[in-house]
């Protein structure tokens, strides 16, 4: 790599560095006070109605943070993206069923039966307004902005293989899993990264994940 290569990949690499400490800037702190000893506060001590209003700020500060170092590159957000087609909905729904399936062969792997998340009746019970804006929320922020934003500058910078592993990567941090479900969780991250590297197209991805977290939600158990 030539000085001058290197030269325009820095100011890159220190604004990925930036969106990714502003972004998980809670968790670190979480963190910190985990391993200090410190007490941490959980968010069921907080009004739903508080969390939502909370949430949605952060969507919109990382998003402005996200196209401010875009134009200070004089690059647009739309870069990430191209714009929506009509086949979005049909890669969206086929991502939400392929990104189920790893957790559907967790169940019959360790409990020998599908679950009642993927088998049980269909219920509204768990959808108030409050969750309609949080699973849109749930989506948005990573399917929208910070995935397709990290893989464009870790395409950039280190090329395809790096770019699908840090789109996976991001997933399995914005959205927490445990080690039982570690494996599955890869594989359905994976999902995600390996379609926005096909297409590069944001919306098949925020569709996905969308209709990924409201099918658990539409068969929750009251």
Same mark, same amino acid.
């Given at each position: 790599?030539t000085a001058e290569s290197? $030269?325009?990949?820095?100011?890159?690499l220190r604004a990925l =560095?930036?969106?990714?400490?502003?972004?998980?800037?809670?968790?670190?702190?979480?963190?910190?006070?985990?391993? /200090?000893?410190?007490?941490?506060?959980?968010?069921?001590? +907080?009004?739903?109605? *508080?969390?939502? *209003?909370?949430?949605?700020?952060?969507?919109?500060?990382? %998003?402005?943070?996200? %196209?401010?170092?875009l134009a200070r590159q =004089?690059?647009?957000? =739309?870069?990430?993206?191209?714009?929506?087609?009509?086949?979005?909905?049909?890669?969206?729904?086929?991502?939400?069923?392929?990104? *189920?399936? &790893?957790?559907?062969?967790?169940? /019959?792997?360790?409990?020998?039966? &599908?679950?009642?998340?993927?088998?049980?009746?269909?219920?509204?019970?768990? /959808?108030?307004? $409050?969750?309609?804006? =949080?699973?849109? $929320?749930?989506?948005?922020?990573?399917?929208?902005?910070?995935?397709?934003?990290?893989?464009?500058?870790?395409?950039?910078?280190? $090329?395809?293989? #790096?770019?699908?592993?840090?789109?996976?990567?991001?997933?399995?941090?914005?959205?927490?899993?445990?080690?039982?479900?570690?494996? +599955?969780?890869?594989?359905?991250?994976?999902? +995600?990264?390996?379609?926005?590297?096909?297409?590069?197209?944001? #919306? &098949? *991805? +925020?569709?996905?994940?969308?209709?990924?977290?409201?099918?658990?939600?539409?068969? %929750?158990?009251?």
């Amino acid at each position: 790599m030539t000085a001058e290569s290197e $030269g325009a990949l820095s100011p890159r690499l220190r604004a990925l =560095g930036l969106v990714l400490f502003v972004t998980f800037a809670r968790q670190l702190a979480a963190f910190a006070d985990r391993w /200090l000893g410190e007490p941490v506060a959980s968010d069921g001590a +907080f009004d739903a109605a *508080l969390l939502t *209003l909370v949430q949605l700020v952060r969507i919109a500060s990382i %998003a402005c943070l996200v %196209a401010y170092v875009l134009a200070r590159q =004089g690059r647009k957000p =739309g870069e990430l993206w191209q714009r929506i087609q009509p086949s979005d909905l049909a890669w969206g729904l086929a991502l939400s069923a392929l990104a *189920l399936l &790893p957790f559907a062969a967790r169940d /019959l792997l360790v409990y020998g039966a &599908p679950g009642k998340w993927l088998t049980s009746e269909l219920t509204a019970r768990q /959808l108030r307004t $409050g969750t309609w804006i =949080g699973t849109l $929320g749930y989506a948005m922020l990573p399917e929208l902005v910070l995935r397709p934003y990290v893989m464009a500058e870790t395409l950039a910078l280190g $090329g395809g293989l #790096m770019s699908v592993g840090a789109g996976t990567a991001l997933g399995l941090a914005f959205y927490s899993t445990d080690r039982l479900n570690l494996v +599955f969780s890869v594989t359905s991250e994976l999902m +995600f990264a390996l379609t926005y590297a096909r297409t590069r197209r944001a #919306m &098949p *991805l +925020f569709l996905g994940r969308w209709g990924f977290r409201l099918w658990v939600l539409l068969h %929750a158990r009251s």
